[in-house]
């Protein structure tokens, strides 16, 4: 683990402190010699999701040897043949995501989408530089109890339809809370999408918000549907993630079956009964509906708005 202190300098870049930490890297806050801030990734010793609370004290502050319990660390998903397996990463896997992540995000043109401005390594590993989003995520806009806008899910869809038009990104496959900046000013950037390795078959993604281990833009619209019963309900939907039969062929009637079981889930309205049924309705739409994509989702947002 490449450990950074306050003031330490690397890159052309001043360390100002630790900001975040995820399963499979470390996050810390920068200024270049004109005092500009930036996000600096570095990748983690190994990482592996569900594994790293059980080795690093949970704590109230954020700090590089504990987690924070605001934090729900995405997984390492390998898909094979016979379905996924979820494991760790060792550093040199770590490294070559930190890296594709940089070129991906380099590709990238968006307001909505946090911006890379440089790659280099240091001590042999990987550092990308990021924008640094000034605000607070949607998981402590949750914890803090602030009002929740539904027209910040609307301008996430309406962003990732835009990139997914344009040819810039498929998919962000990882949305959640943590992944989410609300700015000062109300708009809204997306971080951390979720690192690919399309050839070898690996994604991090956090199964909680895509239970069905999807690499398409559906998984998004999942991650929403289940981020809206989160906020309206004060639970997740499903518990025993990720769905025990993803990434496999489906069709069977052994698997359909087991997808319509696991996709059973409490509805909004049974725990919380001040739920608009039209939300309800837009919940159920993003978890069970197949075809149900970013198109159908922004229609029903902006339904939904004109009559509230």
């Keep these: 683990m490449i450990k950074l202190e306050a003031g330490e300098r690397l890159g052309g870049y001043r360390v100002v402190e630790f900001i975040a930490r995820g399963g499979f ?41 504990g987690i924070s319990p605001d934090e729900t660390p995405a997984e390492a998903i390998f898909f094979r043949q016979d379905g996924v397996r979820i494991d760790f990463l060792d550093v040199h896997e770590i490294d070559d995501l930190i890296q594709s ?31 640094h989003v000034r605000g607070k995520t949607l998981r402590e806009k949750i914890r803090a109890l602030e009002g929740i806008r539904l027209n910040w899910f609307l301008t996430v869809v309406r962003a990732l339809k835009k990139l997914e038009a344009g040819g810039q990104l498929e998919y962000h496959g990882d949305l959640k809370p943590e992944n989410i ?82 996709l059973s889930y409490p509805p909004p309205r049974d725990l919380n009964p001040n739920t608009p049924q039209a939300l309800a309705r837009i919940v159920y739409r993003c978890l069970t509906v197949p075809d149900y994509g970013l198109s ?13």
Excluded at 31 to 58: N, W
Excluded at 101 to 106: D, V
Excluded at 296 to 308: I, S
């Design 25 to 65: 890297s470390l996050v810390y806050l920068a200024e270049d010699p004109s005092g500009q801030k930036y996000a600096l990734k570095v990748g983690d010793v190994a990482g592996g999701g569900r594994y790293v609370t059980r080795f690093l004290e949970i704590t109230s502050a954020r700090k590089p040897e």
């Design 101 to 131: 992540e940089a070129q991906l995000l380099g590709s990238v043109n968006s307001p909505n989408l946090v911006t890379v401005h440089d790659c280099f390594v240091h001590e042999g590993r990987p550092i990308a530089v990021m924008e």
């Design 181 to 262: 900046i609300i700015k000062p000013s109300g708009s809204v950037v997306m971080v951390d999408p979720a690192m690919r390795a399309d050839e070898r078959g690996v994604i991090t993604t956090t199964p909680h918000y895509n239970p069905l281990l999807l690499r398409e833009s559906k998984a998004d619209v999942m991650g929403i549907g289940v981020m809206l019963y989160e906020i309206l309900t004060g639970v997740l939907p499903f518990d025993e993630v990720p769905w025990q039969y993803a990434g496999r062929e489906q069709g069977g009637e052994v698997e359909r079956l087991s997808l319509s079981y696991f």
């Design 296 to 308: 159908e989702l922004e229609d029903d947002l902006v339904d939904f708005l004109r009559k509230e």
